[in-house]
């Protein structure tokens, strides 16, 4: 299985400010991804996803791009809130399953 | 059930017991995962269940580290003789399987303690 036992990247935004979490992907022939949340204590939370025939999809305050030329994911938060602190996780489809990045851990100064 | 549950929420234990985590999966899934996760870090992936296939135990990280669900129902996974290192939250994930578009839901976990 993958090791995803490394010490979480972690970003500080301020208050209202726009957040950018970024993630790279493994396997090219992936075709379906999805952004999940995790608060402290709690199991992950879906966000958004996005299929590979797409490039962009937007929800509330939040936007997925995809950039398969460099298997490259972002989530984007707009005017980002305290309660979006949180590790975020992007995943992707490998044939039958999902496999997960190593997270990314959002912290919001006010 | 409305999504997925565990049990128990906290477990501690002493080195070289062993321990039963259980998972019940949203009803009507057919996929069920195992995930760890230790402290400040991200999910490390353990196993894989899908109907009736046979599970994708290729996360496990030792034979002490073992797996079963019955059908489409409960999953049970098992840790004999617990080192110290296998404390961690123990994460389960039920889906409905869908191949290309399968989105995964999450129980709260089990924290494990091992001292």
């Known amino acids: 299985g993958e090791s995803v036992g490394l010490h979480l990247p972690t970003l500080s935004v301020q208050e209202g400010d726009n957040s950018i979490i970024n993630c790279a992907y493994s396997n090219s022939a992936s075709d379906y991804f999805i952004w999940y949340k995790q608060e402290s204590g709690k199991g992950p939370q879906f966000i958004i996803d996005i299929r590979s025939n797409m490039d962009k999809r937007q929800g509330q305050r939040v936007t997925v791009l995809l950039n398969k030329t460099v298997k490259h994911l972002s989530l984007q938060i707009a005017a980002t809130q305290p309660g979006d602190s949180a590790v975020y996780f992007c995943?992707?489809?490998?044939?039958?399953?999902?496999?997960f990045g190593a997270g990314t851990r959002l912290t919001v100064k006010p | 059930g409305a999504g997925v549950s565990q049990s128990p929420s906290n477990k501690v234990t002493e080195k070289g017991k062993d321990v039963e985590l259980r998972c019940d999966p949203i009803?009507?899934?057919?996929?069920l995962y195992w995930y760890r996760q230790r402290l400040g870090q991200g999910l490390e992936f353990l196993i894989y269940f899908q109907g009736n296939s046979a599970p994708d135990k290729s996360g496990l990280p030792s034979d002490r580290f073992s797996a079963e669900r019955t059908g489409e129902s409960v999953s049970t996974l098992t840790i004999q003789r617990t080192q110290q290192e296998d404390s961690a939250v123990y994460l389960c994930?039920?889906?409905?399987?869908?191949?290309?578009?399968?989105?995964?839901?999450f129980g709260p976990g089990t924290r494990l303690t091992v001292l």
């Open positions: 995943a992707e489809n490998r044939g039958n399953d999902m496999r």
């Open positions: 009803s009507g899934h057919t996929a």
């Open positions: 994930a039920s889906s409905l399987g869908r191949q290309g578009a399968d989105t995964q839901y």
